[in-house]
């Protein structure tokens, strides 16, 4: 993938889910400022509206699902496995190169990127139940998520997508702002 596509619905759904959405500045589990579906960075001032929130995630989304497309290369990758890695990269980060540790850290250290581009499917699977802790213990929530995560990169596209209240994924708009507010909405968010 040279441009990056959206993630399907499904994957969508599995991020807005696992991360709610909070529009006030609050501190994570792990002490990072965050609003929104889990947004960080220094542009956090205060509280936004659902549109704002809105945006951000379908910005962070951008960002994200272009590094795990960077990141994988040309590796045979299903929408499924896209969506569960972007799903993964959201929660953990992408990475940034360390040179002091001579490392990446986040998504590009994950032996779920390593084991996916070696082909390992099952292995690359397993691995994402790696990631359930934040400050070093293990978090119910995280464990859920890693276990959603696993399931979606294991469905075969083939498969009808899961949607809030058994919707069918066709009935879904396309537009990532209107998919957003459509999923809100079905959330109850």
Not at 26 to 36: F, M
Not at 128 to 136: I, M, P, V
């Amino acid at each position: 993938m040279a441009n990056a596509d959206p993630i399907n619905a499904e994957a969508l759904h599995l991020i807005m889910r696992n991360e709610g959405c909070v529009l006030d500045p609050y501190r994570d589990s792990v002490g990072v400022l965050t609003i929104g579906y889990g947004h960080t960075g220094p542009d956090i001032n205060g509280a936004i509206t659902q549109e704002q929130a809105d945006a951000l995630l379908a910005s962070d989304l951008d960002r994200f699902e272009q590094g795990v497309d960077e990141a994988i290369g040309d590796a045979d990758t299903t929408d499924n496995q896209f969506g569960a890695m972007v799903s993964l990269a959201y929660n953990v980060g992408i990475g940034e190169n360390d040179p002091a540790r001579g490392r990446h850290e986040g998504f590009l250290s994950s032996s779920v990127l390593r084991l996916h581009k070696a082909g390992d499917h099952a292995g690359a699977a397993e691995a994402f139940l790696r990631w359930d802790k934040a400050g070093g213990r293990v978090l119910a929530g995280l464990d859920r998520r890693r276990h959603e995560e696993r399931l979606l990169y294991l469905k075969p596209d083939s498969e009808p997508q899961e949607l809030p209240n058994d919707q069918p994924a066709a009935a879904a708009p396309t537009g990532r702002l209107d998919l957003i507010a459509w999923l809100r909405r079905e959330l109850g968010i």
